[in-house]
């Protein structure tokens, strides 16, 4: 027989809550279609004020009564929730996972990679925002670079596990013995980290109870949702959208007036060397643009120490950098640009994310003329004083050219910028923000992503009620799904109906009884191209795929969904083992011991599971007798005592009420003693699915809601 419709589900996992025990093993509860809180709860006004994420782990599961193969299996968000401070995405996860390792995907930016080699200064306590970390400048290995921008702190005896972001450092040097670190952090220590300071040689090798290392950063892997922002042609191969970014924590956010300077826009290269008159040695100096005659250099040879040398740079088209730069262990040069510069053509950096029609230009040109302008909100600026300009609210970056002359320091722009908490507790809002990307989000699709492009709609059968054996013709013909719903949104079984995806019609039953469902009745219709995408432009706006789409998709009211695939679904068992008696460990999948006589004929007689019994276990039969055994689970436990191997063992799944497995009689061969266990694993036909609801601050728009639509769908040999 084959897998029906009815065979496909979607379920619970054993703690649907927020805390840490979230998660499990798949339960017997179905997430039911078109009912409230089946994932998420109601929304909370106190989660409208400060925002949340919150994540669930549910199940894909298939419950035929056989081992037939639900193949290609894959899910997808299928409609988005209409409030628009409301964002929904699924991940992949692990099965019987709890809190903590379902959201470690969302982690994956800050995944731990090298240790950096240096050492906590001293320990610091729970609130401390300014900590020192140092090394020892004749140990082997010496740190790769200069501070991180997000750095890890361990202090496993402690169980302390945080993760930093450095905004800012600066060193100082004890002799030749060790170098240190000051480093402001973003957000404040949450627990204690210990460490001391051996600054003598013989401590070279010293380690502190606190380990420092580099994130290292990966693609955080979420699949979602997005409407498409313009018309896809049937035959085209692009689809366009307007965000491809998932944001996925809150940001509370707040305005900041600020004001900044430009830099004169100019092309090419230029590095200039300086030589310190004190040791003869050579560095070199940061490119400079035609318009600075003057580099002052700062040469710190210890603490409160310093000599200033004068250069004079005369170079012609070449673009500003000044950055510091470390030239040697002990010393520390620093340079920075003294002189004018003057022009029409400037860059600038602003704060981000800059408030769409809050900046302005103000300036005075070379002959004393007042300049000025603003943004039009949309990127551009208007206004005399600027001849063509444009900026990047998301990233900051601008530039422009003034109608006149002016010298640098004679040019402000004014705007505002959201500035974001960034230590909102985790108890709090559902999430780590220091383990995310600094700017919070995360792309939606990647190339080599498979994606679908859909449109559904939906119309009013014309009878109500419906008349049993009658044919409805929909509003449209070669679509890839049909369905209908009870009109309170209850999906009618499809035993109860046949459809014609060519004609687009649904004929019902001879003997339709829809007692129980609500009518008028309605008729959804989907069409639908799945592709993998080969190339994203690099707004993230166009997204090219491998082939043609095979219908017109309208914008705003189509979706592109990315697909989180796993693979394909079937209950199995593995070939058992015989051991003479329990091992180390005690659920090794290989022989612990010598092999023993007596055996299981797992090749006449297989140990036998279903789609809708099974579930994912390691499993010993412990013999209590020669033909008494006792059945114990690694996860379950034992679960059934004192059983004949003369008779057939079939344990029931208390979720399915079928038997997790069952074990012939007749393939158990002579010589098994009390002691004695055999041992097999079982793999259920389901997968893990993480979904992220992630709620920004805001207020509820009446008439819009945080319901969306999840599919899980695979192949089938019908």
Known sequence: MSILDSDVKLLKSEHMTDLSDSGGFPSGNEVLDNVDNNVFPDISSGDRVTGRAQTRLIYGAVRSPDTDVYMGSRAYIASPPSDAA?????????????????????????????????????????????????????????????????????????????????????????????SAWSVSLSQPLRYEFRGALYSDLEHASYVTPTQIYYTAPQEIPIYGIRALSAQTTNGTASVSITNNSFLLGPRVGYVVNSTAQPEGAFDGEFVQSFTCPTTGRTFALPVVSPYFDLIKVVWLTAPFQYTTYSVSIHSEDYFLVTLPQIVNSGTYLTYYTSGYTQGTDF????????????????????????????????????????????????????????????????VTLDYQYTAYLEDMEFEEIGIDLSRLPPSKTTPLFRVGDSVLIHNTLHQTLVDNPVVSSTTYTLSRANVDQIWLEAANGTRIPTAKYTKNLTAGS?????????????QPLEAYTTIQDEAVIVAISSDGETITLNRN??????????????????????????????????GTPTWSDVLYGSPITPQYNNVTYPIEVTNDGAITERWRIHFTGTTTVNIIGERVGQIATGLSITSDIAPINPHTLNPYFTIQSSGWGAGWVSGNLLRFNTESADTPIGVIRVVQPSVHVPGTSDRFRLTFLGDVDA
């Open 86 to 178: 409301v964002d929904v995405a699924i991940f992949p996860s692990v099965a019987g996972c709890d809190q903590e390792t379902l959201l470690e995907p969302l982690y994956r930016y800050t995944l731990k990679g090298s240790n950096t080699n240096y050492r906590m200064y001293a320990t610091y306590d729970v609130g401390a925002s300014l900590i020192q970390f140092y090394y020892a400048l004749n140990q082997t290995l010496q740190p790769t670079s200069g501070v991180s921008t997000t750095l890890i702190l361990e202090d496993i005896g402690n169980n302390s596990f945080q993760v930093v972001n450095a905004q800012q450092g600066w060193s100082w040097v004890n002799g030749v013995e060790y």
């Open 506 to 518: 649904v004929t019902m039953g001879a003997a339709l009884d829809l007692t129980g469902y609500s």
């Open 549 to 582: 789409v095979t219908h017109t998709y309208p914008g705003t009211t189509s979706y592109l969904s990315s697909i989180i695939k796993s693979g394909d679904l079937f209950a199995s068992a593995n070939d058992p083992f015989s051991q003479q008696a329990v």
């Open 347 to 410: 860059v600038f950096q602003l704060k981000t994310p800059v408030i769409p029609g809050s900046l302005s230009l103000n300036a005075i040109s070379i002959t004393s003329t007042l300049l000025s302008a603003v943004d039009d909100g949309v990127g551009g600026f208007t206004g005399a004083g600027v001849s063509s300009g444009t900026v990047d609210y998301d990233t900051g970056l601008g530039e422009i050219t003034l109608s006149a002359t002016c010298l640098t320091s004679n």
